[in-house]
C-alpha cells in the first residue's frame, strides 16, 4: 500500500521508537542494529564505519518531553559519556570520515541541539563545560537577537558557547519546510542564514540541519551551491563513513530516554 502522507514515515517512526523506549537495552539492541550500526573487518582488526550523532531540542529545567529532556537526565547521559571514555567529535572530524571512508575512532560520539533554545545556554552549556565535551547548536538566523527572546538563546550567548567548544552553525533562516519552497526560495533562505550567523557569530558556516527534517534535491542542490558541505538530517539511524553527506542520519534522544537504552545507543 502506497502512503502518500510524507508524515507516515515519521509517525510510524516515532511509535515504533516509543515501543522499543519502553523495552529493555537488550531487546533494543536489534532495533539499534537495523538503524544502521555497521562494521567492516580487516585481518584481526575491526574498524567502526558508523557513529551515533545523538540530537535534542530543549534541555528544560524540570519536564521531559519528546523534544524536551530534564536537566538533570541530561546531566546523567552527559556523565556516562564523560566517564567511560567516549570523545565528542566535531562535525568538521565526521565531514572527514565521510570524506574519506575512514573509520570513526573507538568510542566515539556526537552532540546536536536543533534550534537554539534558551535552555541550551542555561542548562546544557555548563553541564558540556564541566565535562569538556563538544557539541553542535543549529540556530535559526531570525531567532538572534541581542536578548530580547526568553526562548531562544542571545547574540551573547551564542557567541560565547562559540568561543567554548559549541559550533554553531545553520538551521536556515526561518525554519521552515525547505521541501515546500522553490529552489530560488531555498537558495536565498538557505543563503541569508548563511551570511546572518557568519557575520554575527564570527564562524565559518559548513553545516545545516533541515527543519523537520524537509527537503529534496532542490535543498542539496542549493546547499551545495552556497559553500554549505554537509546536512544533517531526523531520519534515524546512525552516521555511516560512507554515507551521502547532505543525507546524515541522526538518533533523536526524547526526554523519557532512560539509561539503560542511552548505554545500548552508545555502544
Known sequence: MKYKNKNFIFKATVIILLFILVLNGRIAEPFLRIMGKTTRKKGKDTYKYSIPILMYHSISDNKNGFFVVD???FRKQMKYIKDNG???LT?????YHILQDKPFPDKSVVITFDDGYKDNYVNAYPVLKEFDLKATIFVVADYITNG?????SSLKELREMNENGIDIQCHTSSHKKLDKLSYSEQLQDLGLAKEKIENLINNNVKFLAYPYGRYNNDTIKAAKKLGYEMAVTTHMGYCNANEESFKVRRICIPGFTGMNIFKRILY
Not at 530580547?148 to 531562544?152: A, P, Q
Open 148 to 152: 530580547s527572546s526568553t526562548i531562544y
Open 71 to 73: 536537566k538533570n537526565n
Open 86 to 88: 567516549y570523545e565528542t
Open 91 to 95: 562535525l568538521d572530524q565526521v565531514y
